[in-house]
């Protein structure tokens, strides 16, 4: 069996360049344009409206959470059955009864949890830059392709006419690029055993490097094993194989692998207990009412300067697809697990961060919708206009006014219920 690996990654091949042209016509008129563009901005400023108000009841669980959170000895004697369903706060280790390995090179680690492989190969990426006329209300493209050598992690095709270089081969069919994931099949909790529900697991992601050493185990246990005929050099602690076995001339076709890991050990969790199924899952708030329904989605200013007659209506099943979609990224619940022993208030804390970032993330994914929405609104400006930076700063403008204006609206009449 035939294949190249190779790593050395903090050497980046010489890039060659080469470039083709051709134009065509997109055939979609700027009617068409406006329309699809003026649906993504009224989403994108009611996915917006609709995260800030689930950020107030966010909160609002999480207030209520750290009022009724009890702790739980995950090591010691006390009674949890009295804690059935109920918000408990427990530090504990997080381990398995078994050792997660890649088969494929036979790598494990004592202390691992979870394990990665990371797979390149060393191919020819085209990439592809267009320019826009607007010609008799349609719009013409002249696009322009380039070729160069980089690390990658899919199979890279050639979609340009007549590209000068040869196809790139495909990865060994063993031996996939991308990310292969390992894990044990159970992750448990303490001595109790308790087992982490997949929201909890999901959240175990402190990955650091695992230096591999061939055909041996290092100071830190690592093993890595190899079978077969494959020439293989262990650099820098990244598995190699190269076509022509030079780890210093990268050549097309070569590959790299590399590892890391999320290692065992002592945890604090912030969930709810099930007693029964002796399990740790999500601790969940619902509304009374619809987050749409607390108050009107009202576009700002900037965004009617987009249309001619100067009104934006957000059409209702826009909005009801926001929340849609806002909640099944962040639902309502409180589940939280970090690296360390925390005790309430600081661990409260640390959900409170992390519901901000998930907040923060929200926001960018908002503002990302609008600005795609205002980029194609814009299609009809003349060339050689900044049309990337221009819909960008009125993307984040309209994105800014509707946050603010989220925030400064009353307050939300509808509180949360505990489940």
Request: proline share 5%.
């Amino acid at each position: 069996m035939w294949c190249k690996l190779y790593s050395s990654l903090s050497r980046v091949p010489r890039k060659s360049s080469i470039s083709t042209s051709s134009a065509s016509s997109s055939g979609i008129t700027v009617p068409q344009k406006l329309s699809f563009g003026m649906v993504l901005v009224g989403g994108g400023i009611a996915f917006l409206t609709i995260n800030e108000r689930r950020a107030v009841k966010q909160d609002q669980l999480r207030a209520k959470g750290e009022q009724i959170c009890q702790e739980l000895d995950a090591d010691g004697e006390q009674d949890v059955s009295l804690l059935d369903n109920s918000l408990v706060i427990a530090s504990a280790d997080v381990y398995g009864d078994e050792t997660v390995r890649d088969e494929t090179f036979r790598v494990s680690h004592p202390n691992a949890i979870k394990l990665v492989r990371r797979t390149k190969m060393l191919q020819w990426v085209e990439t592809k830059s267009t320019t826009e006329k607007v010609a008799d209300g349609k719009t013409v493209e002249t696009e322009s392709y380039h070729y160069s050598k980089e690390w990658s992690s899919k199979s890279e095709t050639f979609k340009g006419p007549n590209p000068p270089v040869t196809a790139n081969p495909a990865f060994p069919t063993w031996l996939p690029g991308g990310e292969q994931r390992f894990s044990i099949k159970q992750f448990l909790f303490g001595i109790r055993k308790m087992i982490l529900g997949p929201e909890l697991v999901d959240q175990l992601d402190d990955y650091k490097p695992l230096i591999l050493k061939k055909g041996a185990t290092n100071t830190a246990g690592v093993t890595c094993e190899y079978d077969g005929d494959d020439f293989v050099i262990i650099q820098d602690g990244r598995a190699l194989y190269s076509k022509d076995r030079n780890p210093k001339i990268p050549e097309i076709g070569d590959i790299m692998v590399n590892y890391s890991y999320v290692e065992k050990g002592r945890h604090t969790l912030v969930a709810k207990y099930l007693h029964a199924a002796n399990r740790l899952a999500p601790f969940t708030g619902s509304l009374k009412r619809s987050l749409a329904s607390e108050g009107e989605i009202v576009a700002p200013e900037q965004a009617k300067q987009l249309t001619s007659g100067g009104s934006f209506l957000i059409p209702g099943w826009v909005i009801q697809f926001a929340e849609e979609v806002v909640l099944s990224l962040a639902p309502l619940q409180l589940c939280w697990i970090s690296r360390g022993a925390y005790n309430k208030r600081d661990a409260f804390r640390k959900v409170a961060e992390a519901d901000e970032s998930t907040s923060t993330s929200l926001r960018y994914i908002g503002t990302g919708i609008i600005w795609f929405g205002v980029h194609s609104c814009m299609s009809m400006i003349p060339a050689g206009t900044p049309l990337f930076v221009l819909s960008l700063a009125l993307a984040v403008t309209i994105s800014l006014q509707t946050i603010r204006e989220a925030g400064n609206r009353d307050p939300l009449r509808g509180d949360i219920e505990l489940e």
